[in-house]
Every structure is written in structure tokens, then in C-alpha cells.
Nanobody, 123 residues
Framework: QVQLVESGGGSVQAGGSLKLSCVDS??????VGWFRQSPGKDREGVAV???????SYADSVQGRFTISKNTGKNTLYLQMNSLKPEDSAMYYC???????????????????WGQGIQVTVSS
């Protein structure tokens, strides 16, 4: 069974940094990415690596967050710098495994999700 396990969340003051990690037990992903959801808001895409290796970011995190992956370790990362209180949310790692019924984002269909990890930024 495919599993995505996130780590690296926590609490930080505004202006600080955190790095999220996501270990993926599967292979042959079409896309990989990070999403987030805060109370009362819809889940939003934060950063994605598409099948061709291109990256895309939400406007709100552009220039502050960096998505990367280590294929050898089957691990996805999200480096978050200059954090703001509005970045506080539950962050989810997700992959497009080629299945159906997932969440569409660009040309990707994210059908496998991690359980999420909390990030809290205080002012």
C-alpha cells in the first residue's frame, strides 16, 4: 500500500524557516506536490513538480518556498522561508500515481495523500 509520511512541521515565529519532508513508499510518479488547508478555507496547491520536472508555486509563496525532491531517497521536500502567520495551515504531501478520482491541479491528478502535518507561524 502506498504511503506518504510527512515530517518537519511545527511552530515558528514570523520570518523564520521550516523544511518539510515527505517519504514516498511508491515509485513512478507523474507529479508530486504540497498542498495546505487552514480552518474555514479550501485546500490550496502550494508547490508542484510536474512530470517534466517543471515547478509551479502559488502566488502567495512564490520566492519564499522551494520544492525539491531526492529521487534516490524517494523524498519530497518543501523549504519554507520568510514564513508569515498566514502560512499557518495543515500541509499535505500528495502524488499523482496515475490513478483516477484524485484532485486535479494543472495537468496533474493527485490521488494519493499523506495524513498532513501542522505548520504554525506566530506573529
Amino acid at each position: 500500500q502506498v504511503q506518504l509520511v510527512e515530517s518537519g512541521g511545527g511552530s515558528v515565529q514570523a520570518g523564520g524557516s521550516l523544511k518539510l519532508s515527505c517519504v514516498d513508499s511508491g515509485y513512478n510518479r507523474v507529479c508530486v506536490g504540497w498542498f495546505r488547508q487552514s480552518p474555514g478555507k479550501d485546500r490550496e496547491g502550494v508547490a508542484v513538480i510536474a512530470d517534466d520536472g517543471s515547478t509551479s508555486y502559488a502566488d502567495s509563496v512564490q520566492g519564499r518556498f522551494t520544492i525539491s525532491k531526492n529521487t534516490g531517497k524517494n523524498t519530497l521536500y518543501l523549504q519554507m522561508n520568510s514564513l508569515k502567520p498566514e502560512d499557518s495551515a495543515m500541509y499535505y504531501c500528495a502524488v499523482d500515481s496515475g490513478g483516477v478520482g484524485g484532485t486535479s491541479y494543472g495537468d496533474c491528478n493527485f490521488d494519493v495523500w499523506g495524513q498532513g502535518i501542522q505548520v504554525t507561524v506566530s506573529s
